[in-house]
């Protein structure tokens, strides 16, 4: 018998009926929160990848056609694990429930992963762990998302989705701002100890939601055995899904190809186009480097910590025409910009996290008013409002040139994000065949992982095509991302208008 024999067939699903899913008990604003917790451990694993991941991979010799090459690890895994995993999570039940044994043995391999990371000797072995890390999340995560259909009264699902949106948000906060919250106090935090933090909020906080959740399963009918289902099933329950749920595939295919520009090349970007350091894979650094950490003599001058400071007064106020002269008037020798361009970077990307923790923190304190706003004036026209504050901040990326410029675009760009994140999972709860909820959120998924290859490989290749000279070296223009990513939002903007939104009534959760 097929998957969607038995999906026809409800007294042979493992899954709720019609009227099981429609009776569920509403939850509480605890029980909500108990459920969204475990996303902020899964958001601290990717906000480490977003934030730190060059920082790690250009000193081994990623150029910017390698970088996006090893950030294809994520999209690849998400379209072969999640819909795998999820056509197997729908017909599984264990002691510990359905979800719950992928939620948790995804996040202490990926724990583990995250703890290799930083500490990889060469390209080629940080390259295989990061898709490692990526496959484990993604085992989790996949699963984790089919929580909401399967426990979830559907008159909450979009207060669920508001609550995970905002675990999302406060993960990131956390994760992000840590390191540039202990600098102010003279404590830094460097990248290894970052990843480990990560690891360690991973696996803490997806025990919590493990053991504070309850999983509802119908009983299978007796005297029946069920066979397992394949891919290929998952794809026929999907082809046979309502067609409003095709058309979010579209606008999600178009809007993951812009978000993830920006994903993948934010810190290079911020790096190298706005504090104008060179390219750290090159022969030519790379050689300098090693001479550098093979003297004997002190490099951290007195010059150099004044000429750190006057660059970025010089950076604050847009005088970037000026840096030059000051490099020169300090008669900085191959080895003092070595040490300065060092203080640079570690500055440089303490302003990309800044800049992601405002992108998060916009989102986190919009999340969850978001679900009560969607009720009210509906899905669609709260999710279009959002989107153009993503794609006009996009469009004038190429043009700033400041530090506190590059964080303000992202707090705007972070009132889109609040959205991206819960409506159109909310949406796809709406017209989701019930008792297939985990294959269609993975095949749903496919939609945000395969654009993902788009920009982690053209983009990249046309960024790598694209040569700029600075101050203190060669290197890219970054900023190109950002136009592609502002036109990709806008035509999803455009796409969004044809989706019917399903009305469902709506009920406070009860406190």
């Not at 990843?195 to 053991?211: G, H, K």
């Not at 119908?218 to 046979?240: I, R």
């Not at 290079?268 to 300098?288: A, C, F, G, R, W």
């Amino acid at each position: 018998m097929s998957a969607i024999q038995e999906t026809m067939d409800p007294t042979l699903q493992p899954q709720q009926t019609e009227k099981e899913v429609s009776s569920l008990p509403m939850m509480s604003v605890m029980q909500l929160f108990n459920l969204c917790l475990g996303i902020i451990g899964i958001q601290f694993a990717w906000s480490m990848q977003i934030a730190l991941s060059s920082r790690v991979l250009e000193p081994l010799g990623a150029n910017p056609f390698l970088f996006g090459l090893i950030w294809c690890a994520g999209p690849i895994t998400g379209l072969l694990v999640q819909p795998i995993v999820g056509a197997i999570s729908d017909r599984t039940w264990t002691k510990i429930g359905r979800r719950r044994p992928f939620i948790l043995v995804g996040a202490f391999l990926g724990a583990l992963a995250l703890l290799f990371f930083p500490f990889s000797p060469t390209l080629l072995i940080a390259a295989l762990t990061i898709w490692v890390i990526d496959a484990c999340v993604n085992v989790s995560q996949g699963p984790y998302r089919a929580l909401v259909p399967d426990n979830v009264n559907p008159k909450q699902h979009a207060v669920a989705n508001g609550y995970l949106n905002f675990a999302f948000g406060a993960g990131s906060v956390i994760a992000l701002g840590v390191a540039p919250a202990l600098k102010l106090f003279n404590v830094p935090m460097n990248i290894e100890q970052q990843y480990i933090m990560s690891a360690v909020a991973l696996v803490l906080f997806i025990i919590y939601t493990s053991l504070t959740i309850k999983e509802y399963k119908k009983p299978v009918k007796q005297g029946v055995q069920e066979e397992k289902p394949t891919l290929f099933d998952a794809f026929k329950v999907f082809a046979k899904s309502d067609r409003e749920i095709h058309k979010l595939c579209g606008v999600q295919f178009l809007l993951w190809v812009g978000i993830m520009c920006m994903f993948i090349y934010l810190t290079p970007y911020i790096v190298h186009n706005i504090y104008l350091l060179p390219d750290m894979s090159t022969k030519q650094y790379k050689e300098m480097e090693q001479s550098y950490q093979k003297s004997e003599v002190n490099y951290e001058t007195q010059n150099v910590q004044n000429t750190f400071n006057e660059y970025k007064k010089l950076l604050s106020t847009g005088k970037k025409d000026q840096i030059q002269t000051l490099i020169v008037d300090n008669n900085m020798g191959n080895y003092q910009k070595i040490a300065l361009m060092k203080k640079l970077d570690q500055e440089a990307t303490n302003t990309a996290q800044l800049a992601l923790v405002a992108f998060n923190f916009v989102a986190l304190m919009l999340s969850i008013p978001l679900g009560y706003l969607c009720a009210k004036f509906g899905k669609k026209p709260i999710f279009t409002v959002s989107l153009l504050f993503l794609a006009l901040a996009f469009l004038f990326a190429p043009s700033l040139s400041t530090p506190m410029q590059a964080i303000i675009m992202m707090a705007c760009a972070g009132v889109a994000w609040a959205t991206i994140l819960s409506i159109p999972f909310s949406i796809l709860c709406d017209y989701m065949p019930r008792g297939s909820e985990g294959s269609i959120m993975g095949i749903f998924n496919m939609f945000i992982a395969g654009p993902q290859l788009i920009s982690a490989t053209f983009i990249a290749w046309v960024i790598s095509q694209n040569p700029v000279t600075t101050t203190l070296g060669s290197s890219h223009n970054w900023s190109i991302a950002f136009l592609v990513a502002s036109g990709c939002v806008f035509a999803g903007i455009i796409a969004l208008q044809f989706i019917k939104e399903k009305k469902v009534s709506f009920c406070d959760c009860k406190i």
